[in-house]
Antibody, heavy 118, light 106 residues
Framework: EVQLVESGGGLVKPGGSLRLSCGAS????????MNWVRQAPGKGLEWVSS????????YYADSVKGRFTISRDNAKNSLYLQMSSLRAEDTALYYC???????????WGQGTLVTVSS | EIVMTQSPATLSVSPGERATLSCRAS??????LAWYQQKPGQTPRVLIY???TRATGIPARFSGSGSGTEFTLTISSLQSEDFAVYYC????????FGQGTKVEIK
């Protein structure tokens, strides 16, 4: 069974940093592109970042470019999102999601909540 | 960036009725479009990919159509478990979601 489990969320002050993790199991993690998607409270889905199987190609939404860094450790079956210079508008539930053949997102984790507030 | 626009924002439908949801792309995405369903407190679930292919386990009452810039998700006969928010997503050029359509009980 495919499982994605996010962790690392919490309350952080504006300008602060946080590192999210996503542990994967039930599939060959190193064979799949992985993504972060966020959802602000009561709002819609926003794609945040994507990383290819070996980390060769990385993409960011304009809203986080220069502040967030996506990475992965295939030996540990883990995906990461280093977030810095956090703003109130980064407050959201952050989902880890697997890409099917580099296309749509076929499996999602339950999310980890990031709250940016003073 | 490709902008995805969904309409209507809210759709009020009675159980057993047909629901038609629209999604428009700011430029052609070919058939590289997916639809997701999200119920309150739950993770999004893919319903349709490739504009018209149902994902594994998705009931036949869900169907997708369209190509280029205009897409439609149709739920032929709404069941109680179908009341949720639906998002379209393009994956032709990076990834972007529409703002969602909430399907509520009339």
């Amino acid at each position: 069974e495919v499982q994605l489990v996010e962790s690392g969320g919490g309350l952080v002050k504006p300008g602060g940093s946080l590192r999210l993790s996503c542990g994967a199991s039930g599939f060959s993690f190193s064979s799949y592109r992985m993504n972060w998607v966020r959802q602000a409270p009561g709002k819609g889905l926003e794609w945040v970042s994507s990383i290819t199987t070996r980390g060769t190609y990385i993409y960011y939404a304009d809203s986080v470019k220069g502040r967030f860094t996506i990475s992965r450790d295939n030996a540990k079956n883990s995906l990461y999102l280093q977030m810095s210079s956090l703003r109130a508008e980064d407050t959201a539930l952050y989902y880890c999601a697997r890409s099917f053949r580099d296309d749509y997102f076929d499996y999602w984790g339950q999310g980890t909540l990031v709250t940016v507030s003073s | 960036e490709i902008v995805m626009t969904q309409s209507p924002a809210t759709l009020s439908v009675s159980p057993g009725e047909r629901a038609t949801l629209s999604c428009r792309a700011s430029q052609s995405v070919s058939i590289n479009l997916a639809w997701y369903q999200q119920k309150p407190g739950q993770t999004p679930r893919v319903l349709i990919y490739g504009a018209s292919t149902r994902a594994t386990g998705i009931p036949a009452r869900f169907s997708g159509s369209g190509s280029g810039t205009e897409f439609t998700l149709t739920i032929s006969s709404l069941q109680s478990e179908d009341f949720a928010v639906y998002y379209c997503q393009q994956y032709n050029n990076w990834w972007t979601f529409g703002q969602g359509t909430k399907v509520e009980i009339k």
